[in-house]
């Protein structure tokens, strides 16, 4: 039985979701632009919950324009912004269950023709994650990161 709960965030986790993403990320957003994905796309920006406490989220929004896995074709894309879990609350499941509680309100909600994401080329047990979840790697971004890294450009069609 899991010891979690997925659910939609609300304003009052603002200042954990901040807390966790300059934790476990080197890429850090202002608390305005988490605010903006929950006014915009409430379906989209979910939260785990372990023992009241928020221990990871993922936030996504919906984008028009060509498709990474349809050569020219053009269409409704889940673009999965960012994702994150406490270290302590990892191998539980808690990513998996976001992204697909995530991914099915893309395609349910806003009929998303696919989703996609970055991940950094050194996130192993993320691109396993993703790879897992039926992404597939569609291209390398040099240098995408402000550290340099390049960056897996990742998608699946749904």
């Known amino acids: 039985m899991n010891d979690y709960i997925i659910r939609e965030f609300r304003p009052e986790d603002l200042d954990a979701v901040i ?8 890429e850090n957003y202002p608390a305005y ?3 903006q994905h929950h006014i915009n796309y ?7 919950e372990s ?10 929004r919906v984008e028009y324009g060509r498709l990474k896995t349809g050569g020219l074709k053009v269409g409704r894309r889940g673009h999965i912004i960012s994702i994150a879990v406490i270290p302590e609350m990892r191998r539980r499941g808690i990513g998996q269950a976001l992204m697909e509680k995530a991914i099915n309100a893309l395609k349910e ?3 998303v023709d696919e989703c996609y994401l970055e991940v950094r080329v050194s996130n192993v047990p993320a691109i396993r994650l993703y790879q897992k979840l039926g992404f597939l790697i569609v291209d390398r971004i040099k240098k995408y990161y402000l550290d340099g890294e390049d ?3 990742m998608a699946k069609r749904v």
């Open 19 to 26: 807390n966790i993403n300059r934790t476990c990320l080197p």
């Open 33 to 35: 632009f988490f605010m």
């Open 42 to 48: 409430p379906e989209l920006f979910l939260v785990a």
């Open 51 to 60: 023992d009241g406490r928020v221990v990871g989220y993922v936030m996504c």
């Open 109 to 111: 909600r806003y009929k």
């Open 151 to 153: 960056a897996y450009l």
